[in-house]
């Protein structure tokens, strides 16, 4: 039913994943701490003191990389989805927490193995809000930021024979009026946790009740063309560390409040990127290639 979402009940689900395997994009909060960042915003200050580091590493402003990145917080660039594919591209970074689908329609990047963001059903913070049923949307406005988000509900829609206009949400302050509007991240969460109107389509629990597979959102891109092995030892041990500190991290955040950090770490997202991963990110290419979405590349996995 439209409103605001039903709490959940006090007894916790067990995690899909084993606390240590575990990562929408998917999905996101904005880390408010100063001297970051702000959104859609890279500072020049920040790209000429990577130059001096021996990788460029970016990363997206959100609470669910925190584990992901624990440790690394110095040595990263902050920018969003878009903004770090767009650096990928013109080679400004060596390796950045990006969609899965900047890999899988370049086919330029080599992907980190055992690192995901990724859920197994409901993700909570990427949505499709809608006033009408689905079968009535002729347009949806979407998230600026996102990229695999706007991928996978095409997929979604058109797996049920809808092929809705996509466009631009320009102003998020108008959400609440758009009879079709998909959010990712903070938004998501905030619009979810708010009174609406809207119903809510969930787009990991759609993809998990369509293919009975979890959903990766976000992967560690990794630069052809340089030595990173290091590198790579690097941002697994930084995952390591993020797993090993993780209810530090619920407990001290400042993102809404504790209990709901500890479900949306606990029951909506994991950090895994195994065998069920692997098979999901290959069915989503299909799909993509399906419904002319590509060219689709096939991933190349490395440790």
């Known amino acids: 039913m439209p409103g605001v979402a039903p709490a959940r009940p006090n007894s916790k689900r067990l995690p899909a994943y084993p606390r240590g395997c575990g990562f929408n994009f998917l999905v996101p909060f904005m880390i408010p701490q100063a001297g970051f960042f702000r959104r859609n915003f890279v500072s020049s200050a920040k790209l000429e003191n990577a130059t001096e580091q021996k990788f460029r590493i970016g990363s997206v402003p959100y609470l669910n990389a925190v584990p992901l990145t624990r440790g690394l917080e110095s040595e990263l660039i902050f920018a969003t989805p878009a903004k770090l594919a767009e650096m990928l591209r013109q080679d400004e970074l060596d390796a950045a927490l990006v969609s899965v689908t900047e890999v899988l329609l370049t086919g330029r990047y080599d992907i980190l193995d055992g690192v995901a963001i990724a859920s197994l059903g409901e993700v909570y913070s990427v949505l499709l809000a809608h006033k009408k049923p689905l079968a009535e949307a002729t347009?949806?406005?979407?998230?600026?930021?996102?990229?695999?988000?706007v991928n996978l509900l095409k997929v979604l829609l058109a797996e049920r024979g809808l092929k809705p206009e996509f466009k631009p949400l320009e102003n998020y302050a108008a959400a609440a009026e758009t009879d079709f509007v998909l959010l990712i991240g903070d938004r998501a969460i905030e619009f979810q946790r708010a009174?609406?109107?809207?119903?809510?389509?969930?787009?990991?629990?759609?993809?998990?009740?369509?293919?009975?597979?979890?959903?990766?959102?976000?992967?560690?891109?990794?630069?052809?063309?340089?030595?990173?092995?290091?590198l790579r030892r690097e941002l697994k041990a930084a995952k390591r560390f993020g797993l090993e500190t993780l209810d530090n991290i619920i407990e001290t955040r400042v993102e809404f409040d504790e209990d709901f950090r500890r479900d949306y770490f606990e029951w909506h997202i994991h950090f895994h990127l195994g065998d069920d991963e692997k098979r999901a990110i290959a069915k989503f290419s299909q799909l993509l290639e399906k419904h002319s979405l590509g060219p689709v590349f096939a991933p190349k996995y490395v440790s």
């Not at 347009?139 to 988000?149: G, H, P, V, Y």
């Open 139 to 149: 347009e949806i406005f979407c998230d600026t930021a996102s990229l695999t988000s």
């Open 195 to 230: 009174p609406h109107a809207h119903e809510i389509f969930d787009l990991g629990t759609a993809w998990l009740e369509m293919t009975q597979l979890p959903f990766v959102y976000a992967v560690w891109a990794l630069r052809h063309g340089i030595e990173n092995r290091e």
